[in-house]
């Protein structure tokens, strides 16, 4: 007899994203291009010296001290994880659970949802703007009518690419009973970043910043991420994590990234000024055009008259593999394209135009 699983996990399904062979990938938000050839070569010298029959550094010490004198702050207040989903994970196991509830403004990136839920964690979703932003007065509904333990706020949001208000924010902070979690996966190419009021002081005692080597640091390959986190946090989170879950490998890879900040912000300012041409393109071409701070576009196919799921496999015809966000809650005929290489994003709009001519 097969076992049956958890009652509450009978209705869910796990996070998907289709992967097709063709020509140009676009569609999970991948950096465009890898580390510099320098990283590579740096970080085989580390792996050399590596004594592999011994666990992790259990702590990341290493990798901590390099990410607090990043951001300016001290390294009990950075935690690292495998990607910043686990980040979320630690966060919903600590905070969330049987009886509490977390916080959503919809749409926004699912894994908030799926991550609360596989902990036991009661969802409560909130509406955002047809614009992809979050109003002052549903945060203080969803907050006041809900007390949620966690409110999560995507900045710059996936999938529509735009950033939180500052005041929203400030706001949550103010307002919320628990915790309020800034997912900055997308936040070094936005305009404004919430680790700014982490400052020496402590900063705001709820407030949980995330951030991942996968988009900027170009490491997806790697799962490595991290939060900054208020002082006195980390040994909470260490009730709930599996021992050394940080591995060597990543630990290393991760300060020898840090050491080539200069070449992550080279190609931050590449992927924005493309990002700039595909918006104008995709806007001549008559389609609706969430304006983006991140490494990805969303917009809707319907007012040229086609839907977004007959867009989506004429470009997989051409050899293009964008998102297809249609058939999700409030994106109706929505397709979410990544930021590639030039001649990547050549490809696409050549097959995009054609498609819709």
Not at 59 to 79: M, N, Q, V, W, Y
Not at 311 to 317: F, H, I, P
Request: charged share 25%.
């Amino acid at each position: 007899m097969k076992p049956p699983v958890r009652d509450d996990l009978r209705l869910l399904e796990g996070y998907h994203s289709p992967q097709i062979d063709v020509e140009v990938r676009l569609n999970t938000n991948e950096a465009p291009v890898g580390p510099p050839p320098e990283f590579s070569e740096a970080l085989a010298s580390e792996l050399r010296n590596v004594e592999w029959h011994r666990y992790p550094d259990r702590t990341a010490s290493g990798l901590r001290a390099d990410l607090a004198k990043l951001h300016d702050i001290e390294p009990e207040r950075i935690f690292v994880a495998n990607g910043s989903n686990e980040v979320l994970q630690t966060v919903c196991l600590t905070y969330g659970g049987t009886g509490r509830s977390v916080a959503t403004f919809e749409p926004t990136y699912a894994m908030y949802g799926q991550i609360a839920r596989s902990t036991q964690s009661a969802v409560v979703e909130g509406e955002r703007h047809v614009d992809g932003s979050v109003s002052v007065f549903e945060l203080e509904r969803v907050i006041e009518r809900h007390q949620p333990s966690i409110v999560f706020l995507c900045s710059p949001n996936n999938p529509t690419g735009t950033p939180e208000r500052f005041e929203v924010l400030e706001r949550a902070l103010e307002i919320a009973p628990g915790l309020v979690v800034v997912d900055e996966a997308y936040g070094q190419f936005a305009d404004w970043s919430a680790i700014d009021l982490c400052d020496d002081a402590g900063g705001p005692p709820n407030l949980v910043v995330t951030r991942t080597f996968s988009k900027t640091w170009a490491m997806a390959g790697a799962r490595l991420g991290y939060a900054v986190i208020p002082a006195g946090m980390a040994p909470e989170f260490e009730k709930v994590v599996l021992p050394y879950h940080v591995d060597t490998f990543k630990q290393i890879a991760g300060r020898v990234a840090l050491r080539f900040a200069d070449q992550m912000e080279h190609r931050v300012a590449a992927i924005v000024s493309e990002r700039e041409r595909i918006e104008t393109t995709l806007g001549r071409l008559g389609l609706n055009v969430w304006p983006s701070q991140s490494n990805f576009i969303l917009f809707r196919t319907s007012p040229t008259g086609r839907s977004g799921d007959d867009v989506w496999q004429a470009l997989v015809d051409r050899s293009v593999l964008v998102r297809n966000c249609s058939g999700w809650p409030r994106l109706a005929d929505c397709l979410r394209v990544t930021v590639g290489t030039p001649p990547e994003n050549d490809s696409f709009l050549e097959a995009l135009a054609e498609v819709l001519a």
